[in-house]
């Protein structure tokens, strides 16, 4: 290692994230910007970051299991493990000999005052190889970032491998304070799933209130804490690499050079609904989103497809065959969250992608990727990158973690042993779904003049049309077509909002119960599949089956 690379991973290591480091010794935009690279470019690294992080939970799960098997060391059963603590019975060692354990024969992390030896957990963690990343090194930085391992199972699982304490005057102050301080504030009534990053969803009955949700109870989707940026100062990249590399560069102000464009489009995650294919096949992996993943909006801008254009982007010429996107934010390794698309998805101009500075008529919210996004109408959200700094033409799909790692199609029978993520479809479009809104699911609701009033979302990507949402009152036996559809008037094949629909559903005098089955068809008239069981995979992506709900019934 040089000295400067020393001098790197030292400040990487201390403050997190490189331009926080670089911004306190100095290193210049341009050394800031190739240290990334170089980190980026590195085989061995694209290796470390690509067999990692599966996803929050799943990390949060697996160790959560296996601090159980290793029983919680903590005799008091219920009291709450300290980790890190000083350890007066135990040596004491200088980090420049804990920094010499950084191989898979000796692996030693520090945490607080504790040095652990973690040399027979490597196999077993479940971010992989991430964790070489902190070899003969703090792990709390790194923490930060991947909250969940904040728990006390793991702070007990932690505490199991401890071999002693480090030095008072080679401690350093990891708060993860400055990581996270920036944070926006956030509506109350959105339900939280994760705070660090933070992950929430829209309460069902609030989703229908709006054909066009407000900015504050959209949903939220975070990887990683939120990037603190300017419009003023912000500019996108437009970056082609065939041959030789072209560079372009559109501040917020420069990109007002294209016509004005606009999308009425819902995001939704691959993962919503999510938990209902958990509870009703077998457990999956990842946040467990019930409807609330889903949300729409009018999203104001520039059309990517004039921007490429102009720099010169176009199907026949151009020998990328993808469309990379990248953030601003980074994880604890200093990547960038980035994830890519089809370059003829993005040049079809009815594919309508646009690079949006607005959400229903304001400034895009942080939360939202202020002060640039774009919105890849009718794919997962993931595809629609916010904070968005940089539009890579590139021969191959994106190499991040977020795009070869997750967001991919299995059949029901691939497990995390035999899966093959190098191999499986990225997801670029969804299918059709639908939701019951209003009531939920152990509600108690009045019938009125004998019929109980239902309401809903129904949303099919690619820019299907929903042409009809049924209701089955009695398990499948008959059908009920919701009366009213409110959905956009965009041109065929561009629906790229949601629907939002009413059902009326007469039930018998005296009728106590009713089980409530959902299901919407598209324009190509696609359907939903009646249960979860033959579309289960293990990330629990695409879980569209029928939505089914039992109420009470008050006469
Ligand atoms: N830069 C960046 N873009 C991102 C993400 C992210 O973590 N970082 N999350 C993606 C995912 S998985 C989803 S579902 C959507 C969520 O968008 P929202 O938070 O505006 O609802 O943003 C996508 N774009
Ligand atoms: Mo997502």
């Not at 691939?414 to 809104?437: M, R």
């Not at 919407?520 to 599949?529: K, V």
Request: charged share 25%; glycine share 6%.
């Amino acid at each position: 290692m040089t000295l400067k690379n020393i001098l790197l991973r030292t400040i990487h290591q201390k403050n997190k994230f490189v331009n926080v480091a670089a911004t306190a010794v100095k290193l210049t935009n341009q050394e800031q910007y190739e240290y990334k690279e170089q980190r980026r470019n590195d085989s061995n690294y694209r290796r470390i970051v690509g067999s990692a992080l599966f996803s929050s939970v799943l990390v949060g799960t697996v160790f959560a299991e296996k601090s159980h098997k290793k029983g919680n060391k903590n005799k008091d059963g219920d009291t709450k493990v300290e980790a890190g603590e000083r350890r007066p019975d135990l040596p004491t060692f200088r980090a420049e000999e804990v920094s010499k354990h950084d191989n898979e024969k000796s692996f030693w992390v520090t945490y607080k005052n504790g040095v652990y030896d973690v040399t027979s957990f490597l196999p077993s963690h479940p971010g992989g190889e991430q964790i070489m990343n902190a070899a003969g090194l703090s792990i709390e930085p790194f923490w930060n970032v991947y909250g969940m391992h904040k728990t006390q199972e793991v702070y007990a699982l932690l505490e199991s491998y401890r071999i002693g304490n480090l030095h008072e005057d080679d401690i350093v102050d990891h708060t993860d304070e400055e990581l996270w301080v920036k944070e926006p504030s956030r509506d109350k009534r959105l339900i939280v799933k994760t705070n660090k990053p933070f992950n929430a969803e829209i309460p069902a009955k609030l989703q229908i209130a709006h054909f066009d949700t407000p900015n504050e109870l959209f949903y939220v989707r975070q990887h990683m804490p939120v990037p603190d940026l300017d419009a003023g100062q912000h500019s996108v990249r437009v970056i082609i690499r065939d041959g030789s590399t072209r560079v372009k560069e559109f501040s917020l102000d420069k990109l007002e050079m294209f016509p004005k464009g606009s999308v009425r489009a819902a995001l939704m995650c691959a993962g919503n609904r999510r938990s209902e294919m958990n509870e009703q096949v077998k457990p999956v992996k990842g946040i467990s989103w019930q409807g609330g993943a889903i949300s729409n909006a009018l999203w104001e801008g520039v059309y990517l497809r004039d921007v490429l254009v102009y720099c010169g982007v176009d199907t026949a010429n151009t020998v990328g065959k993808h469309v990379i996107f990248t953030g601003s934010d980074i994880d604890a390794t200093g990547v960038n969250f980035s994830t890519s698309i089809p370059l003829d998805q993005a040049l079809n101009p009815n594919g309508r992608i646009l690079l949006a500075t607005h959400m229903n008529g304001n400034p895009l919210p942080p939360d939202h990727g202020y002060p640039l996004r774009v919105i890849v109408p009718g794919a997962p959200a993931v595809r629609s990158v916010k904070w968005l700094e940089s539009i890579t033409i590139s021969y191959d799909e994106s190499p991040s973690h977020w795009h070869q790692k997750d967001y991919r199609s299995f059949n029901a029978s691939k497990t995390w042993e035999t899966a093959d993520f190098a191999t499986a479809p990225p997801i670029y479009s969804l299918p059709v779904t639908s939701a019951i809104c209003d009531p939920a699911d152990g509600d108690a609701v009045v019938a009125k003049d004998g019929v109980v009033e239902v309401r809903g979302y129904a949303y099919s990507g690619g820019g299907a049309k929903i042409l009809r949402v049924d209701i089955s009152p009695d398990c499948g036996k008959t059908w009920l077509q919701a009366d009213e559809l409110q959905c956009d008037d965009a041109p065929p094949q561009q629906h790229y909002a949601w629907t939002l629909w009413t059902a009326r559903i007469p039930v018998a005098k005296g009728q106590k119960e009713l089980e409530l089955w959902a299901k919407a068809t598209d324009s190509n008239f696609n359907t939903q599949p009646e249960k979860f069981d033959d579309i289960w995979n293990i990330r629990g992506v695409l879980s569209n089956a029928y939505h089914k709900i039992k109420v009470q019934i008050k006469h």
